[in-house]
């Protein structure tokens, strides 16, 4: 949406307001954002009471998300839980409504209510049995407006950023969007630190943290709520950041929580097994992730940006086609016909020399000062240890390309680039080298592993476990890519969450063999795995912990424990004299 022309504003707005607002905006979100407002009052209209006929000119201050963090005369929105939970809606429906200027629903308030065990506090009596009509009864009787909008997702973000952009207009920045199993956290944190070095003034939302580089605050959620991703976006508009940079994941894209926001490049990157807990299969998981590259959902979007070895990538290039994006691809393989390919890579444990070569004579880019070049050439030095960090550097040159930076003045900066916390980050050592990766997909530990045994001269080391209460069939094919990638492994526990650590250790060690027992260590308690991998390691060796990266915590049992696996080798390798 682009900047209001609202007055400076810290009180109370109505939706009339905000569809007299979006309206002069004369964009097409803010068109969108007016027709479904108007859409909305109107239908609070025909559901409400004649005592309650419309919802456009009630003050209203916020809206919230949460019924506890409700203030008086802040409007609720009340959405579907992913583990629907009747008694919970009926509860926060009830407590919302003590507060609430009034309450949008996505569920249906009758179905929610005709089931109901009315809460004492409540207060209603009925004397007509039908299930129906005591609902109805019920919902005229609460003290607030409630209207079903059983779509208000299609426009949730929009209309929480009018509101943000009501109360004091900011220009918000562009956003740079990355979706894929692996390399989401590395791609949106290399871009920001690319445009920032050439210029721009950057931030970050993801798993390793929201805000201003260098200046990152601990996320819950790689993808926010649709109102939390709203007001960062707001804030970073505020504090005037240019550039955005971040993570899209499939849970996020498929509950519409990025709606509304200004995103003009899209990146994937891969799909491996993860999340199966979630969506129902792969092909669900794929398709969610395509949704990043359809225009109808992301009406600002110029570029796309696809990694072409991955073979989930068709499902995105065919939704990026079809939305007459201009469309880019990168390749490790030299052999192929993308965009940005690496042709050469020289690696070492300083970093990697990379011939990156560029054509954009078969790619529907029209600016003519790269398509006079058609196929270029540049030497790249790049900081960051790992063969699939060359794919995720190519991602991240590719975005800044496509927000107008010249390939010279990127390659310029790139050798002062920093990997994101826990994703290959060597701990320092007086001998033998140390790691500690995010990688928790069987997928991202192959990768992790064959990146890494380039550079081993000695033994490679696999310290890794698997989260409990998640996808049960992803362990042992956890186990396997660790035994088929590394010489030893150390099996360990992860994030237990509420499931016994032996169970979880035991489902991993499903169908190994008696020659993979041999090179496998199974120690519960992840401090004394990691103590005892750098007790073992040789001087040649390289040791990996795998699994959490730059999580600070170990949950067990609901509760967050202080663990991080930096400190915790740091201290291991103190202990056995190796700093």
Not at 144 to 158: A, E, K, S
């Amino acid at each position: 949406m682009s900047l209001s022309t609202s007055p400076k504003s810290n009180t109370a707005v109505t939706l009339q307001q905000l569809i007299e607002t979006s309206g002069n905006d004369g964009d097409r979100q803010s068109h969108s954002l007016t027709q479904a407002l108007t859409t909305l009052v109107s239908a609070s209209s025909s559901q409400l009471p004649k005592a309650k006929t419309s919802i456009a000119h009630i003050p209203f201050e916020q809206f919230r998300l949460d019924s506890r963090q409700l203030a008086a005369n802040d409007v609720f929105v009340l959405l579907k839980s992913q583990t629907p939970n009747c008694q919970k809606s009926r509860d926060y429906l009830y407590q919302a409504a003590e507060q609430a200027a009034f309450i949008l629903s996505e569920i249906d308030p009758i179905a929610l209510l005709s089931t109901a065990n009315v809460p004492p506090h409540a207060n209603i009596s009925f004397t007509n049995d039908s299930d129906r009509s005591k609902a109805q009864q019920q919902l005229a009787a609460l003290p607030c407006p409630v209207v079903y909008v059983p779509h208000i997702r299609d426009f949730l973000g929009d209309l929480i950023q009018a509101r943000l952009q009501h109360q004091q207009p900011v220009t918000l920045p562009t956003v740079v969007a990355v979706t894929g199993t692996n390399g989401k956290t590395t791609i949106s944190q290399l871009v920001a630190q690319l445009t920032q070095l050439t210029g721009m003034s950057s931030a970050v939302m993801g798993t390793a943290g929201n805000g201003r580089l260098g200046a990152l605050v601990q996320a819950s959620h790689t993808t926010g709520d649709a109102l939390a991703v709203q007001q960062f976006l707001y804030q970073m508009g505020h504090e005037k950041a240019q550039l955005l940079a971040l993570e899209a994941s499939s849970h996020g894209l498929d509950q519409q929580r990025l709606q509304g926001m200004p995103v003009s490049v899209a990146i994937y990157t891969n799909l491996s097994r993860d999340h199966l807990d979630y969506h129902a299969d792969m092909a669900e998981y794929a398709a969610a992730k395509a949704k990043l590259f359809d225009k109808a959902h992301f009406p600002e979007l110029t570029h796309a940006i696809i990694n072409i070895d991955d073979e989930h990538a068709q499902i995105m290039l065919d939704t990026a086609h079809a939305s007459q994006l201009t469309v880019w691809t990168y390749s490790l393989d030299p052999e192929k016909s993308a965009t940005f390919v690496a042709a050469e890579i020289k690696p070492s444990l300083q970093g990697v020399e990379i011939a990156l070569r560029t054509d954009f004579g078969n790619s529907d880019f029209d600016n003519a000062d790269f398509k006079n070049k058609e196929t270029n050439s540049i030497n790249i030095v790049s900081p960051l240890l790992g063969h699939f960090n060359v794919a995720n550097l190519l991602a991240a040159i590719a975005a800044a390309v496509a927000l107008g930076i010249s390939l010279e003045r990127i390659a310029a900066v790139i050798p002062q680039l920093q990997g994101a916390v826990g994703r290959m980050q060597r701990v320092p050592s007086a001998n033998g080298c140390f790691i500690v990766d995010y990688a928790h997909t069987p997928d991202a530990l192959s990768q992790v592993l064959a990146s890494l045994k380039t550079h081993c001269k000695g033994q490679l080391w696999a310290v890794f476990g698997c989260g409990g209460d998640r996808d049960a069939g992803k362990r042992p094919l956890m186990a396997q890519a660790g035994l088929a990638g590394a010489d030893k492994v150390v099996l360990t526990a992860d994030n237990p969450r509420t499931e016994d650590p032996n169970l979880i250790l035991q489902d991993m060690q499903a169908g190994m063999t008696s020659a993979q027992y041999e090179r496998t260590h199974i120690e519960p308690a992840r401090q004394t795995a990691i103590e005892y991998a750098v007790k073992q390691a040789a001087p040649a060796d390289i040791v990996v912990i795998a699994g959490k990266g730059h999580e600070t915590y170990q949950e067990i049992n609901h509760v967050r424990y202080d663990f991080d696996d930096s400190v915790i080798l740091q201290n291991a390798l103190k202990q056995a004299g190796r700093l």
